[in-house]
């Protein structure tokens, strides 16, 4: 049985011919639950990154060896860094080969112990190393949610359904500013900014064993019946038949192709080394091009803008997070009207505008002592995360979680994430040490650069995938890779497997 792709189930030419069977964003409660559910893992994941600015503040008031060396305050804050990114290249086999719901219900018992670990460390060292037990699981759910919200989304709500992950994580990283603020007179004020981020994922665990295995997931693993349970509460009957008799003739091709997948694998192979440039170089910009100097730093940056008190600092920072969030939900309704590529590009655009315009303030404000200069330094700021968090925020983390075949898509996906975090993890080790050693002015320079790379990368490489099926996207990677014609790819294989 060989599938036409006109009347694939969600494609565009499916939905033409059925328009009723078309779904909205709002007019399914269940995938909204599912997706806020699974989304839980981007709020730890944005409150863990936002609190221990605030919370550092405070350690190293209660611990003298912190104070004295940078060296603990950079360990403190990466580790959790560190830790995701062991987290993600694990979390993608362990979602393979577990499936998506035990990933997520592992990344909470990890992440909750070490939340405990965090409020009650008697020294830095414990409290470093519960910074890598919440990096890990924040790492496993930074893989597992955007893979899991996507294969049980409708492809036409497929964009919007996974930038509710990054909703998520933008709306984590503003509770933690509102959290530092809150705690900011309260004894023992760190363990409690850290310590109640436990409390999430305790929910998150309870809210998931309610929750279905990702259906796709179940038809690979020849759970029919599991899987039909689960698409009957997110489609109607006619568009469930549609989907199910699809599901199972895609099953049958993928389990003939399946053999256990190594991360060699994804090289091996021309399509998905195409997709894994694409989606792991996007990882990589959206990390290069900023965002977490901007999240990490914004209270420093603001104090470099020349607004001193401390107070003052997180509730500028607070107005920046809060842009971060609001941005997000314009992403959600973008990403599938205005499509992936637009947003990116339109994005991009704008961040290397704001760049330019931060550099100039900078650069002014070092050599004048007009107080002009500092509020252009933290416009600059708020015109760059308007930029960045509807397109550069939420593209990235869509298109990872559709662009893989189903059978690579938790190692890729895993693979991406890592990128990603890697990609963090240098960015926050050297952006102040840059900062100090060319000026600030300058290093906002280097990161227009960066900026304009990325534009050029997005024109040049990345597809259009809105509203396409997982199938069309693959058709995609295939013509990139061989060409138009399907022929000399059959013959090339068999070339290859002989």
Same mark, same amino acid.
């Given at each position: 049985?060989?599938?036409?792709?006109?009347?694939?189930?969600?494609?565009?030419?499916?939905? &033409?011919?059925?328009?009723?069977?078309?779904?909205?964003?709002?007019?399914?409660?269940?995938?909204?639950?599912?997706?806020?559910?699974?989304? +839980?893992?981007?709020?730890?994941?944005?409150? &863990?990154?936002?609190?221990?600015?605030?919370?550092?503040?405070?350690?190293?008031?209660?611990?003298?060896?912190?104070?004295?060396?940078?060296?603990?305050? %950079?360990?403190?804050?990466?580790?959790?860094?560190? $830790?995701?990114?062991?987290?993600?290249?694990?979390?993608?086999?362990?979602?393979?080969?577990?499936?998506?719901?035990?990933?997520?219900?592992?990344? &909470?018992?990890?992440?909750?112990?070490?939340?405990?670990?965090?409020?009650?460390?008697?020294?830095?060292?414990?409290?470093?190393?519960?910074?890598?037990?919440?990096?890990?699981?924040? $790492?496993?759910?930074?893989?597992?949610?955007?893979?899991?919200?996507?294969?049980?989304?409708?492809?036409?709500?497929? $964009?919007? *359904?996974?930038?509710?992950?990054?909703?998520?994580?933008?709306?984590?990283?503003?509770?933690?500013?509102?959290?530092?603020?809150?705690?900011?007179?309260?004894?023992?004020?760190?363990?409690?900014?850290?310590?109640?981020?436990?409390?999430?994922?305790? +929910?998150?665990?309870?809210?998931?064993?309610?929750? =279905?295995?990702?259906?796709?997931?179940?038809?690979?693993?020849?759970?029919?019946?599991?899987?039909?349970?689960?698409?009957?509460?997110?489609?109607?009957?006619?568009?469930?038949?549609?989907?199910?008799?699809?599901?199972?003739?895609?099953?049958?091709?993928?389990?003939?192709?399946?053999?256990?997948?190594?991360?060699?694998?994804?090289?091996?192979?021309?399509?998905?080394?195409?997709?894994?440039?694409?989606?792991?170089? *996007?990882?990589?910009?959206?990390?290069?091009?900023?965002?977490?100097? !901007?999240?990490?730093?914004?209270?420093?940056?603001?104090?470099?803008?020349?607004?001193?008190?401390?107070?003052?600092?997180?509730?500028?920072?607070?107005?920046?997070?809060?842009?971060?969030?609001?941005?997000?939900?314009?992403?959600?309704?973008?990403?599938?009207?205005?499509?992936?590529?637009?947003?990116?590009?339109?994005?991009?655009?704008?961040?290397?505008?704001?760049?330019?315009?931060?550099?100039?303030?900078?650069?002014?404000?070092?050599?004048?002592?007009?107080?002009?200069?500092?509020?252009?330094? !933290?416009?600059?700021?708020?015109?760059?995360?308007?930029?960045?968090?509807? $397109?550069?925020?939420?593209? =990235?983390?869509?298109?990872?979680?559709?662009?893989?075949?189903? %059978?690579?898509?938790?190692?890729?996906?895993?693979?991406?994430?890592?990128?990603?975090?890697?990609?963090?993890?240098?960015?926050?080790?050297?952006?102040?040490?840059?900062?100090?050693?060319?000026?600030?002015?300058?290093?906002?320079?280097?990161?227009?650069?960066?900026?304009?790379?990325?534009?050029?990368?997005?024109?040049?490489?990345?597809?259009?995938?809105?509203?396409?099926?997982?199938?069309?996207? %693959?058709?995609?990677?295939? %013509?990139?890779?061989?060409?138009?014609?399907?022929?000399?790819?059959?013959?090339?294989?068999?070339?290859?497997?002989?």
């Amino acid at each position: 049985m060989t599938i036409t792709m006109q009347s694939t189930p969600g494609s565009s030419g499916y939905l &033409d011919l059925y328009p009723e069977r078309k779904m909205s964003f709002f007019k399914n409660p269940y995938i909204l639950g599912l997706a806020s559910v699974a989304g +839980i893992g981007g709020l730890l994941f944005g409150y &863990d990154t936002g609190v221990i600015s605030g919370a550092l503040l405070y350690i190293k008031d209660d611990f003298e060896q912190v104070r004295a060396s940078n060296l603990l305050q %950079e360990t403190i804050v990466s580790m959790a860094i560190a $830790g995701a990114i062991v987290g993600a290249a694990l979390g993608g086999w362990i979602n393979d080969a577990y499936g998506r719901k035990k990933a997520t219900l592992l990344a &909470d018992v990890i992440f909750t112990l070490g939340a405990i670990l965090m409020a009650a460390a008697p020294d830095p060292y414990v409290l470093i190393l519960g910074r890598l037990l919440v990096g890990l699981g924040v $790492g496993i759910a930074s893989v597992t949610a955007p893979v899991y919200i996507a294969e049980a989304s409708p492809s036409e709500i497929r $964009g919007s *359904l996974v930038s509710t992950n990054v909703l998520m994580i933008t709306g984590g990283q503003f509770i933690s500013y509102l959290v530092n603020l809150a705690f900011t007179g309260v004894p023992g004020t760190w363990r409690w900014m850290l310590g109640v981020s436990g409390v999430p994922a305790v +929910i998150q665990f309870v809210l998931m064993l309610f929750l =279905p295995e990702s259906p796709r997931w179940l038809f690979t693993k020849n759970r029919k019946h599991e899987a039909v349970d689960v698409l009957s509460k997110i489609y109607d009957v006619a568009r469930l038949e549609d989907e199910v008799d699809f599901l199972t003739a895609q099953a049958e091709q993928e389990r003939q192709r399946r053999s256990n997948i190594k991360f060699g694998d994804v090289f091996k192979s021309k399509e998905i080394r195409l997709a894994f440039f694409v989606g792991g170089g *996007l990882m990589a910009f959206q990390q290069f091009t900023g965002i977490n100097t !901007v999240m990490y730093y914004s209270p420093t940056i603001v104090q470099m803008a020349g607004f001193h008190a401390n107070q003052l600092a997180l509730l500028l920072s607070l107005i920046v997070a809060g842009m971060n969030a609001a941005g997000s939900i314009l992403g959600i309704y973008l990403i599938d009207h205005a499509g992936r590529r637009k947003l990116a590009l339109s994005s991009l655009a704008g961040v290397l505008v704001s760049l330019i315009v931060l550099a100039f303030a900078f650069y002014k404000q070092s050599t004048s002592s007009n107080v002009l200069y500092g509020y252009l330094a !933290v416009a600059g700021l708020v015109l760059y995360i308007s930029f960045f968090s509807p $397109g550069m925020g939420p593209v =990235p983390w869509t298109l990872n979680s559709e662009i893989y075949p189903e %059978e690579y898509r938790g190692i890729c996906g895993g693979m991406s994430a890592t990128v990603c975090w890697v990609s963090n993890l240098i960015v926050s080790e050297t952006f102040l040490s840059i900062a100090e050693g060319i000026g600030i002015a300058s290093t906002f320079l280097i990161i227009g650069g960066i900026t304009l790379v990325a534009i050029v990368f997005v024109v040049v490489y990345v597809p259009e995938t809105k509203g396409l099926t997982f199938d069309e996207v %693959e058709v995609i990677w295939r %013509e990139r890779a061989w060409g138009k014609n399907p022929n000399t790819h059959n013959l090339l294989e068999q070339g290859s497997h002989s």
